[in-house]
């Protein structure tokens, strides 16, 4: 009987107790107490045998308030810890949003640099046009909506080149056409006004041109300011232009 209660006594099992009102840190807590007695001998606590239905409901609500509580604490520090660290990467200030740039030259965005020969043999650089809006427009000769658009270019540049103060430059680019081919074009047309022959599409492929006649509007500083596909009557193009002065 004597070496049954030391091994009764010796063996350890979880009491759950509510903590006494008396305590400053209210709660649930585990202690030590021997296996097969209702409650501890040495402390004068109870057993969980002893417990009320009441007793057992408060100690599972407030084991259950606690978890969540510490739950919440560490999501709380998580994140504090994270927008600390992103500040200390960025400088303490969130740094700017980049946007990728977009594929095709846009409004806002430089017009991309052209070099290289009109009709007559005279070099054109779009760089050398700088100080001056340039209304740059792709165009084919079996287009017949490039045809309306061409003529109307024409007369715009031939009035330009009466004056004394052109409002804009005006520069075409043949696409998919060889430079015979759009000489006999301009000329049994008579469209007289500058134009390169791009008959590989390089031209057109820098300005991700997609269908004909396209037009960009570059202002004085080489920037995109619109951009119009399809054909545009004289007073589109002399509103495009003077939107940009």
Same mark, same amino acid.
């Given at each position: 009987?004597?070496?049954?209660?030391?091994?009764?006594?010796?063996?350890?099992?979880?009491?759950?107790?509510?903590?006494?009102?008396?305590?400053?840190?209210?709660?649930?807590?585990?202690?030590?107490?021997?296996?097969? =007695?209702?409650? *501890?001998?040495?402390?004068? $606590?109870?057993?969980? @045998?002893?417990? #009320?239905?009441?007793?057992?409901? !408060?100690?599972?609500?407030?084991?259950?308030?606690?978890?969540?509580a510490g739950l919440?604490?560490?999501?709380?520090?998580?994140?504090?810890?994270?927008?600390?660290?992103?500040?200390?990467?960025?400088?303490?200030?969130?740094?700017?949003?980049?946007?990728?740039?977009?594929?095709?030259?846009s409004p806002g965005?430089?017009?991309?640099?052209?070099?290289?020969?009109?009709?007559?043999?005279?070099?054109?650089?779009?760089?050398?046009?700088?100080?001056?809006?340039?209304?740059?427009?792709?165009?084919n000769t079996a287009?017949?909506?490039?045809? =309306?658009?061409? *003529?109307?270019?024409?007369? $715009?540049?031939?009035? @330009?080149?009466? #004056?004394?103060?052109?409002?804009? !430059?005006?520069?075409?680019?043949?696409?998919?056409?060889?430079?015979?081919?759009?000489?006999?074009?301009?000329?049994?047309?008579?469209?007289?006004?500058?134009?390169?022959?791009?008959?590989?599409?390089?031209?057109?492929?820098?300005?991700?041109?997609?269908?004909?006649?396209?037009?960009?509007?570059?202002?004085?500083?080489?920037?995109?300011?619109?951009?119009?596909?399809?054909?545009?009557?004289?007073?589109?193009?002399?509103?495009?232009?003077?939107?940009?002065?």
């Amino acid at each position: 009987m004597v070496r049954n209660a030391a091994i009764r006594k010796a063996r350890v099992r979880t009491h759950a107790l509510i903590q006494s009102p008396g305590c400053p840190w209210p709660g649930v807590w585990l202690r030590p107490a021997s296996f097969g =007695a209702e409650g *501890s001998e040495d402390s004068g $606590m109870p057993g969980i @045998g002893e417990w #009320s239905a009441m007793e057992l409901r !408060r100690a599972l609500v407030v084991a259950v308030a606690m978890a969540l509580a510490g739950l919440l604490l560490g999501a709380l520090l998580a994140a504090l810890v994270g927008r600390a660290d992103t500040d200390s990467r960025s400088g303490g200030l969130p740094g700017p949003v980049r946007l990728p740039l977009p594929e095709r030259p846009s409004p806002g965005y430089p017009a991309p640099g052209i070099d290289g020969r009109t009709l007559d043999g005279e070099r054109l650089c779009l760089r050398d046009c700088a100080g001056e809006v340039v209304l740059l427009t792709f165009f084919n000769t079996a287009s017949g909506a490039s045809l =309306a658009h061409m *003529s109307v270019l024409a007369q $715009m540049h031939a009035e @330009g080149q009466e #004056s004394e103060s052109r409002e804009a !430059r005006i520069v075409a680019i043949a696409v998919g056409d060889k430079p015979d081919a759009v000489l006999r074009y301009m000329e049994t047309r008579k469209l007289d006004l500058p134009v390169i022959a791009d008959p590989r599409g390089e031209f057109a492929r820098l300005y991700e041109v997609t269908a004909v006649p396209t037009t960009f509007v570059v202002d004085a500083q080489g920037i995109v300011r619109d951009l119009r596909v399809g054909a545009m009557t004289r007073t589109q193009l002399e509103r495009a232009v003077r939107s940009v002065l």
